[in-house]
């Protein structure tokens, strides 16, 4: 159960395939166009429920409830050797 006032995540279909873009590439234009965003629920609910949020700049948007409690999941990508390289050079430490 996701209690009134919890935070979760929602997606938000925008645009169903046939209202998309004709000049999309093709694998693009077969699918929906989605958002996910974040906010508090207006009512109780489950996870897949449809549910009613209020996001941090007080928006109310409707859609289907994929998280609840959704963590920041930022990161900067894979390691990448080169820039460990530049860093190395830079900084005079060569570990060769």
Known sequence: MINKGSYVRIRKTLLQPDERSSNLPEETKKVPYKMWIKGY???DGELFDI????TID??????RIKEHNPAYKHN???FVPEALELR??????FHE
Do not use: S
């Open 58 to 63: 007080g928006r109310i948007v409707k859609g």
């Open 88 to 93: 190395n050079r830079i900084k005079g430490d």
């Open 76 to 78: 900067y990508g894979d």
């Open 41 to 43: 629920t207006l009512e």
């Open 51 to 54: 549910a009613e949020i209020k």
